[in-house]
């Protein structure tokens, strides 16, 4: 996948001056070789900070060496004035990101002259860390061996990459946002806290970027590889793959020619009604193929949809989808296919148009036209300016629904609940699949009703709850939700109910 920053990870040991620095970077040695046993590049520092000169040419070391994700390995009680200065000054560059953690004690044959009180150190440096206001990663118990501070070091790799990724981030939006999709309509103010640019744009500038590139000699080649990715069975409609390829084509020059400063991006794009009457197709399937590419699509101009699918991407390092949180699992279906581990309320079926990659589909996808615009547009025709889906049902995997969003008065929340997508029939049109999240019915009433999000959620392929709540902390939000046990009432949830 293209559009994911490059993490350098870089580790230096500190050392309080009353204890020997040799058990520092002892342990900071066996740190490095936990890593590269757990195949996590890491470059190793030889530089022990004990005091401001010794933080000043480790900074110079790392910065030298590339790193962009430093960890500072409290090997013992550590300087705190010095550690925390290092960090402080790694960080004026936004795009770095900074983890803490500590050693622990390795034998109680060893509590004299090998004792370092790295765990009492942790909490002075956090002291001092808090006096200079800087944001840095501490994991859920940041002291350990040096296999799980390997561990540790290979969450914060997925976290800084979330900070990195929306620091060098630029969304692209064509046109304005419906009015009947209101919902999808927030601030974007707060985008420019994370660091994140945002360039609207109209959709005649989009329509007028398609039409210069009519004829583009690179659309055949577009055309073979859709033409392979939909197989035989898929393309349903090849007469109209020259003209997603144009489009294809059209969305990435314009990425090219105006990312300016940024190096990443994504679009957020509007793409009804008059898009089909103007461009004589849905844009779905390609921005299914850009999502495979690490490049979310979202639809109808949904600015956060389209960050939440990146920050998705990031984390996962996989492709992701936007979904509705759509529509019930009728009765007679779930009694005949679903797992009984979970309520019928516990679960939902995601839709959307077509824009789901094809990986992340079964087998039997297929390229077809927008059931809801042919209705609207051409209903007593053959389909023709409606073409242009990706159809099929999601694979099962586990899955984390996840979502940033501004509120009205500009403040970002986020929610996200882990689940699964079910492998049973949906019977239904478009890019599906039934989803099941353990107390969805609660969740759906007192956070995604109760706080105003809108219908799109963001859908990744993992598990990745831990990483985006630690990423969250990072950037400053404050208030995420999450699928609460049953044993855990919500503020608003009724204890008589």
């Known amino acids: 996948m293209m559009n994911l920053p490059e993490i350098k990870l870089g580790i230096v040991a500190t050392s309080r001056d009353c204890f020997p620095a040799a058990l520092s970077e002892k342990r900071r040695a066996a740190v490095k070789a936990a890593c590269d046993k757990a195949g996590i590049a890491i470059y190793e520092s030889k530089v022990t900070v004990e005091n401001e000169i010794d933080a ?46 500590a050693a622990a004690e390795e034998s109680g044959d060893d509590l004299i002259n090998g004792r370092g009180d790295a765990y ?28 799980e501070i390997a561990a540790m070091i290979a969450d914060f790799a997925k976290i800084s990459a979330v900070k990195i990724g929306l620091a060098g981030l630029k969304i ?36 007028e970027a398609f039409l210069k590139h009519e004829g583009d000699e690179r659309i055949p080649g577009i055309v073979k590889e859709m033409e392979e990715e939909l197989g035989k ?10 003209k997603l390829a144009q489009y294809e084509i059209t969305l990435l020059d314009w990425a090219e020619k105006n990312l300016g400063a940024s190096k990443y991006f994504v679009f957020a794009n509007k793409c009804w009604p008059a898009f089909q009457t103007m461009f004589h197709f849905v844009p779905c399937y390609v921005n299914s193929r850009l999502a495979t590419r690490g490049i979310p699509v979202s639809c109808e101009v949904d600015i956060y949809g389209a960050l939440s699918e990146y920050i998705l991407t990031v984390s996962t390092g996989k492709p992701v989808t936007l979904l509705d949180i759509n529509n019930t699992v009728p009765a007679d279906l779930y009694s005949e296919f679903a797992p009984k581990t979970y309520r019928n309320n516990e679960m939902f079926m995601g839709f959307h148009c077509g824009n789901t990659a094809a990986c992340l589909l079964k087998p039997d996808k297929s390229m077809k036209y927008q059931l809801i615009m042919k209705r609207n547009l051409e209903p007593d025709s053959e389909p023709n ?31 996200i609940a882990q689940g699964e997508v079910v492998d049973m029939p949906t019977k239904t049109f478009g890019g599906r699949g039934v989803i099941a999240i353990p107390e969805m019915n609660r969740f759906y009433r007192h956070v ?16 990745c709850g831990k990483i985006l709540f630690e990423a969250l902390k990072l950037l400053g939000v404050t208030e995420v939700d999450f699928n609460r046990p049953a044993s855990m009432l919500y503020p608003t949830e009724n204890p008589f109910a």
């Open 448 to 463: 995604l009703i109760e706080k105003r999000y809108p219908h799109h959620g963001g859908l990744g392929f993992a598990k």
């Open 233 to 242: 069975n898929g393309n349903v409609y090849p007469a109209i793959l020259p």
């Open 56 to 101: 000043a040419n480790a900074l110079s070391d790392v910065i030298n060496a590339g790193v962009n994700a430093l960890v500072v390995f409290l090997g013992n009680f550590g300087p705190e004035g010095p550690e925390t200065q290092l960090a402080q000054k790694f960080l004026a560059d936004k795009n770095r990101t900074v983890m803490f953690a």
């Open 120 to 147: 009492c150190g942790m909490l002075n440096a956090s002291y001092s860390i808090g006096l200079r206001k800087i944001k840095v990663y501490i994991p859920e118990y940041p002291v350990g061996t040096a296999d």
């Open 172 to 207: 692209f939006a064509f046109g304005p946002r419906p009015f009947d999709f209101l919902a999808c309509n927030a601030p974007i103010a707060p985008l420019y806290d994370l660091g994140v640019e945002i360039q609207e744009n109209s959709e005649l500038d989009l329509y």
């Open 385 to 415: 300016i409606s073409r242009g889906t990706l159809e099929g049902e999601i694979i099962a995997s586990d899955v984390t629904l996840f979502r940033l969003q501004s509120t009205a008065d500009a403040k970002l929340r986020s929610y």
